[in-house]
């Protein structure tokens, strides 16, 4: 295991918050986590993966855990499936581009989402019509107040929309150690996405589903090597009916989608009738390809992405009446 003191998180997280962590402890396997945690049990914990879903409001003033376990295993099989343990530290898009090697479908749809496979079992990350919670078979936990390990079934993890139990009632209870996917063989591809069946063409394969998905991603959002961000920043608000008819009733065209409880309106659209998209605040700008995105433009501080949100999220609910909230993790 590695510790250091006071060290700058600058590179730990992809908007780019230059602050400090008073100690960042990095482990190797699940005995050096438990060392960890019986080292530092009581005080400030704070265990991150690449931060592509955190906002550092300012400098840590506890420990931040890091894992180094990089690796994934072939656990089982039968002749449909395959079953695939892999380390919490493991960068989730370079399992999905290895198993798309391998012909192993079901995960190709998340390509180049950035971060980790534990964080990504926390968040249920989802694009282009899949979400974590669809391949997750179960997670291996460790529990910050006594280090035993618990094991969740995918029901245990209570998934919904970039949720799950480790966001709510076991906030800050568990780390996830392991992620078991279940994953498929026989290739049936989902391309009713948006433009993702143009884009693939006829013969799909899971690895020409991944590159398009790419692809795609590319042409709309920041890469994380070149613009600081954490994606999206806030989630689409799901309205009652009746909300929803008072705004169609005024505009032309309102993209939306009929939900369980409601009409989900997507908030890129929200902001953008606000009229906040390209627009600067300090050096956070509301990005031009998509203002669901806040990126840090020009050295911004913690506090001119807080700014701009806020001035979003006032901005939406003066003009819709409708409170949108940030998705991302503020710390
Ligand atoms: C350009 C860009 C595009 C993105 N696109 C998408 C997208 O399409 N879909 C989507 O869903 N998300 C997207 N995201 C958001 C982000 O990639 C995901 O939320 C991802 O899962 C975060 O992983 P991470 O390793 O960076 O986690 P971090 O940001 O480091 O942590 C996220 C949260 O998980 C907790 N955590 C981290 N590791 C563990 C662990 N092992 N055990 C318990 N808790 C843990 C942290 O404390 C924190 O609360 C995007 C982000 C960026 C920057």
Redesign the pocket.
């Known amino acids: 295991m590695t510790i250091k003191e006071n060290i700058s998180l600058l590179p730990f997280n ?1 908007f780019r918050m230059d602050v400090k962590a008073k100690i960042f402890a990095e482990y190797s396997s699940v005995e050096e986590l438990r060392q960890l945690l019986d080292m530092y049990r009581g005080g400030k914990i ?9 906002l550092f409001t300012k400098d840590y003033d506890g420990v931040v855990l890091h ?1 180094a376990m990089r690796r994934a295993r072939c656990t089982n099989e039968d002749s449909d499936h395959v079953w695939i343990e892999a380390d ?1 530290g493991l960068v989730m898009d370079e399992l999905i581009e290895q198993l798309c090697d391998m012909g192993i479908s079901g995960m190709e749809n998340l390509s180049h ?4 496979v ?3 079992a ?2 249920n ?3 282009y019509g899949v979400e974590a919670k669809d391949v997750i078979e179960s997670v291996r ?1 460790v529990s910050l107040e006594n280090g035993e390990e618990r094991v969740f079934t995918n029901a245990e993890c209570r998934y919904g929309y ?1 949720d799950s139990v ?1 966001k709510n009632e076991l906030r800050g209870q ?4 392991h992620v078991v996917y279940r994953l498929n063989k026989h290739f049936e591809p989902k391309l009713e996405y948006g433009n993702l069946q143009c884009e693939v063409g006829d013969k799909p394969t899971p690895m020409s589903v991944r590159e398009a998905v790419v692809r795609i991603r590319r042409q709309k ?2 890469e ?1 090597s070149e613009l600081g ?4 920043f806030f989630k689409n608000p799901i309205v009652p009916r009746e909300v929803y008819e008072a705004i169609a009733a005024q505009y032309e065209r309102v993209p939306h989608f009929e939900q369980d409880g409601g009409v989900k309106i997507p908030a890129a659209w929200l902001i953008e009738q606000c009229g906040w998209k390209g627009k600067m605040l300090g050096g956070a700008q509301c990005y031009e390809k998509q203002p669901l995105v806040l990126v840090n433009r020009n050295n911004a501080a913690p506090e001119d992405i807080v700014n701009l949100a806020a001035a979003i999220c006032k901005g939406v609910k003066e003009k819709f009446g409708i409170e949108i909230s940030p998705e991302v ?1 503020y710390i």
């Open positions: 992809t704070l265990h991150i993966g690449s931060g592509s879903n955190l894992s919490n989402i950035p971060g980790e534990g964080a990504s926390v968040q990350v989802g694009a936990a970039r480790f568990y780390i996830i150690t959002l920041p994380v961000s954490a994606g999206s993790n």
